[in-house]
């Protein structure tokens, strides 16, 4: 069975970090391409970063660019998304997402596997 799990999620305080990890069982990640998506309440689900099979490839929201960085290790299955200083307008759920693409990944929500999402909460 194919799974992806997200966790790292929590509460923050405005301009803090937390790092989401996306791990994958039932699949080898290495062969897709994975996406970081966002949801706040009452809203559309937003790209926030994605990265190609071999991380070579990555791209990143205009809002997150220079605080956000993403990473794999395909020898632990596992995706990362290192978030630094936080907004408040960033709290919502984070969802890691799979496609089986070569070289590229997509900012847009063409992914067949999803995982379950972390809820993120950036507060005072």
């Known amino acids: 069975q194919l799974q992806l799990v997200e966790s790292g999620g929590g509460w923050v305080q405005p301009g803090g970090s937390l790092r989401l990890s996306c791990a994958a069982s039932?699949?080898?990640?290495?062969?897709?391409?994975i996406g970081w998506f966002r949801q706040a309440s009452g809203k559309e689900r937003e790209g926030v970063s994605c990265?190609?099979?071999?991380?070579?490839?990555?791209n990143y929201a205009d809002s997150v660019k220079g605080r956000f960085n993403i990473s794999r290790s395909n020898a632990k299955n596992t995706v990362y998304l290192q978030m630094n200083s936080l907004t408040p307008e960033e709290t919502g759920v984070y969802y890691c997402?799979?496609?089986?693409?070569?070289?590229?990944?997509?900012?847009?929500?063409?992914?067949?596997?999803w995982g379950q999402g972390t809820q993120v909460t950036v507060s005072s």
């Open positions: 997402a799979a496609l089986p693409v070569q070289a590229v990944c997509f900012m847009t929500p063409r992914y067949n596997y």
């Open positions: 990265i190609s099979r071999s991380g070579g490839s990555t």
């Open positions: 039932g699949f080898i990640l290495d062969y897709y391409a």
